[in-house]
């Protein structure tokens, strides 16, 4: 007796394939048992056992049928009419395989002892029964997969949705910044101004490239970020002092764009900006156990650094490199002392961004 390996309809063609092959070789598998055990009790021909066996395929073909048909969302709403279907079979089934001696090969009917009649009954019982059973757990395991597929793929949907929104945050919030330093600048210094829009107009041409891809090298990454800083530099000028520590061989390295920039944005908005004095900016990137480790180092606190920005922070960053890398990246925040706080992060060097 076959077991039914296609879930619902079987709409798949390969699955299709492997029902049809596990019908034929499971029900032609019992009716050779079955043959071989009636010829011990002196039968000569096949046909009986065929028609036996023929009549079984068709009626558990039937029920998978049904079963497509209806649609069913649980095993509980099957039971019944394939319990039904498991008790009445048998009964057919036996009646053909007595028919098909008397009609086909003109044999004359014989009464058979009640007990093998009902043993006979019992054994179609199991059988269809059996089939029933496996068809079932086949089919409940199949829509269970394909529920945690369908599953996944939402959740993937979702993250790219999520992934898509937080960086659409990222811009506006930057090109604010900017626009505001120039708007301070232009009264004061027009050819300052002017060099800090062909700063502008670099970072620009950056960002709109950054909305089309979903990773950047560092090199690129690193390049936007000393445009920003030198626009910073004309608003705080003495104040905010930068000094690069870059390996070399880490600028090949990818990241998601605007990561470094948001960090080292933090740190002049919560560090320097708010110091009278202002302080050190260093931004240090190497890789070390393929990982592209990036520290970005303020003057400041850690109270400064954490504070509430409404568009943009570092748990976006960090939920950023969450939808992208998984447990692969991380973004710590911690102050090296009472004066110094120090952002790094740790992403895959090769790790491949999520797919949009």
């Not at 202002?278 to 850690?302: E, F, K, P």
Request: aromatic content about 6%; some cysteine.
């Amino acid at each position: 007796m076959a077991a039914n390996t296609v879930a619902g309809g079987a709409s798949a063609p390969a699955g299709a394939k492997i029902y049809y092959v596990a019908q034929v070789c499971g029900w032609g598998l019992y009716g050779i048992v079955q043959y071989l055990l009636a010829r011990n009790r002196g039968a000569t021909s096949v046909l009986p056992v065929a028609v036996w066996c023929g009549i079984g395929i068709l009626g558990t073909h039937f029920l998978r049928s049904y079963a497509s048909r209806r649609r069913w969302q649980t095993i509980s709403q099957l039971i019944l009419p394939f319990a039904a279907a498991a008790l009445l079979m048998p009964t057919v089934m036996d009646a053909a395989r007595a028919g098909a001696s008397v009609l086909l090969l003109r044999e004359h009917f014989t009464a058979e002892p009640g007990w093998l009649l009902l043993a006979h009954y019992f054994q179609g019982v199991l059988v269809v029964s059996i089939w029933c059973a496996v068809f079932l757990s086949t089919v409940e395991a199949g829509k269970r997969r394909a529920a945690e597929m369908e599953a996944l793929r939402l959740a993937l949907v979702a993250q790219v949705a999520q992934f898509r929104a937080l960086r659409s945050q990222l811009q506006p919030h930057f090109l604010f910044n900017c626009l505001t330093s120039l708007l301070e600048l232009i009264d004061e210094d027009k050819d300052r101004a002017k060099q800090m829009v062909v700063r502008l107009s670099e970072l620009l041409r950056y960002t709109l490239r950054a909305e089309r891809v979903e990773t950047v090298s560092l090199k690129e990454e690193l390049g936007a970020v000393q445009d920003y800083l030198s626009l910073e530099k004309v608003r705080f000028e003495e104040r905010l002092q930068v000094r690069l520590d870059i390996d070399p061989a880490s600028l090949g390295a990818q990241l998601p764009p605007m990561l470094l920039q948001t960090l080292v944005e933090n740190a002049v908005k919560h560090g320097i900006a708010r110091l009278p004095a202002g302080g050190d900016l260093t931004i240090a990137a190497r890789v070390s156990n393929r990982d592209l480790q990036i520290h970005v180092t303020n003057a400041g606190t850690l109270s400064m650094a954490t504070e509430e920005s409404p568009t943009v922070g570092l748990e976006n960053a960090r939920e950023r490199l969450r939808l992208m890398y998984g447990h692969g990246a991380s973004l710590t925040l911690a102050a090296l002392d009472d004066r110094t706080v120090r952002a790094a992060a740790v992403i895959p060097a090769h790790a491949p961004g999520i797919s949009t």
